[in-house]
């Protein structure tokens, strides 16, 4: 549940960048755009102002007045004009022909005038203009007055443009939030699914447990004898039972930890304890499994060890999970349980000279449910849930854990626990 909340957080720190530089990409895009147009228009009005100037070296007005009235035909251009002075000399709309340019135009020119624009809205047109006024050397010689073109340039494109970039990240943003909007759905689904199966893992277990430990109860008082005499063949059959019970009893404990860590239901005591207690407890209830398989079974602590500040009963099941697992797949050497104080913590090591673990597996070892012994090597069995567990208290203690290993030689599975003040 942890890798789909992680993975959610994720997808939806992508979708946020996306949006983020989708918007900034189209600031850029309807910048880019305007700029690139008003240099557009500003070239278009140079290029018609030095053609006036052309035709007025031979005097041609009349081709001037052609050539504004040609251009205005464009549906980009608004109007074409020549002012002499304060006037109007030359307008396409004619009725604007000799009006005062000062009442109609708010620009400020002076003596340096070589580009001006200003932007308006035209109520006739129903659309934002771009005013752009150039000088006209050889008219203002000609008539001895200062002579300015001006062109007005419809906006019509680019508020187009602006609109269609508007409208095409509305819809790519509101695509997204439905995307996010699943996510979260189906995460809060898998959530309150996940839910339901601990819960329903929690209470199979429960139920299992009753009728176990009546068997368990039973067999073991059979095995004292309070019921008679067995014959050797009825007490191998006793043995059996009880063996597999205390198998099914370990798989109901795993499931029933794996099912509380999932729905953050887990007790965590923290206290402080000596951990030579716990390993040589640990070792004890281990030795004999140990001694079947004809294994060495010791460890090695330093006589200043600091005490250890963590949930005594969890690092009792931590321990007991690491040093089965090095017995299980052990077949000749011994296992070694080590600790050292190191910054701050307390680093245990449980080592075997068991069958290692290939490559390929280290990363996926702390999995739940997952295995690289059943199959592989004759004779071990597992749920695949105890690293998982493990892993979890360990976790949930802050402490953290990680292992080393070489196949055919061996494996060391390292963790540390908090260390209590002196």
Not at 375 to 382: A, Q, R, T, V
């Amino acid at each position: 549940m942890k890798k789909i909340r992680k993975k959610t957080k994720i997808w939806l720190g992508f979708l946020t960048i996306f949006i983020l530089a989708a918007i900034i990409a189209m600031i850029f895009s309807v910048k880019s755009f305007q700029e690139n147009l008003i240099e557009d228009f500003k070239a278009r009005t140079k290029h018609l102002a030095r053609t006036c100037n052309n035709a007025a070296l031979q005097r041609r007005f009349d081709f001037i007045i052609d050539v504004l009235n040609e251009i205005v035909q464009e549906r980009s251009i608004s109007y074409a004009a020549i002012g002499i002075g304060d006037e109007y000399y030359i307008h396409t709309d004619k009725s604007l022909v000799g009006k005062k340019i000062s009442t109609l135009l708010d620009i400020k020119e002076s003596k340096t005038l070589n580009v001006v624009t200003r932007k308006y809205f035209d109520h006739r047109r129903k659309e934002n203009i771009l005013d752009i006024a150039v000088p006209v050397i050889r008219l203002s010689e000609v008539f001895d007055k200062r002579a300015v073109l001006y062109m007005g340039f419809s906006l019509h494109d680019l508020n187009l443009r602006t609109r269609y970039i508007y409208i095409t990240l509305t819809i790519i943003i509101i695509l997204i939030l439905i995307i996010a909007f699943i996510f979260l759905t189906l995460q809060k689904t898998m959530e309150e699914i996940d839910k339901m199966k601990s819960e329903f893992v929690s209470n199979v277990s429960h139920e299992l447990r009753t009728p176990l430990t009546a068997i368990k109860g039973a067999v073991d008082n059979m095995l004292d004898g309070l019921t008679g005499e067995f014959n050797d063949k009825q007490q191998r059959y006793l043995q059996k039972i009880q063996r597999n019970y205390n198998d099914l009893e370990y798989l109901i404990n795993d499931i029933l930890d794996i099912s509380k860590i999932e729905a953050g239901k887990i007790d965590i005591q923290i206290g402080v304890f000596s951990l030579k207690e716990i390993i040589e407890l640990c070792i004890d209830n281990l030795r004999n499994m140990a001694e079947n398989k004809r294994i060495g079974i010791r460890y090695f602590l330093p006589e200043k060890l600091p005490k250890v500040k963590a949930d005594k009963d969890r690092v009792k099941q931590i321990l007991l999970n690491l040093i089965n697992n090095a017995i299980k797949f052990t077949f000749q050497g011994e296992v070694k349980i080590e600790a050292e104080s190191k910054d701050n913590c307390i680093q245990i090591t449980v080592s075997d000279t068991g069958a290692g673990i290939p490559s390929e597996h280290i990363d996926k070892i702390f999995d739940k449910f997952y295995q690289i012994g059943a199959g592989n090597i004759p004779g071990i069995k597992g749920t695949g849930l105890g690293l998982a567990i493990t892993k979890q208290l360990i976790e949930l203690q802050g402490g953290k854990i990680w292992v080393e290993s070489e196949l055919n030689k061996g494996s060391r599975f390292i963790f540390t626990l908090g260390a209590a003040e002196s």
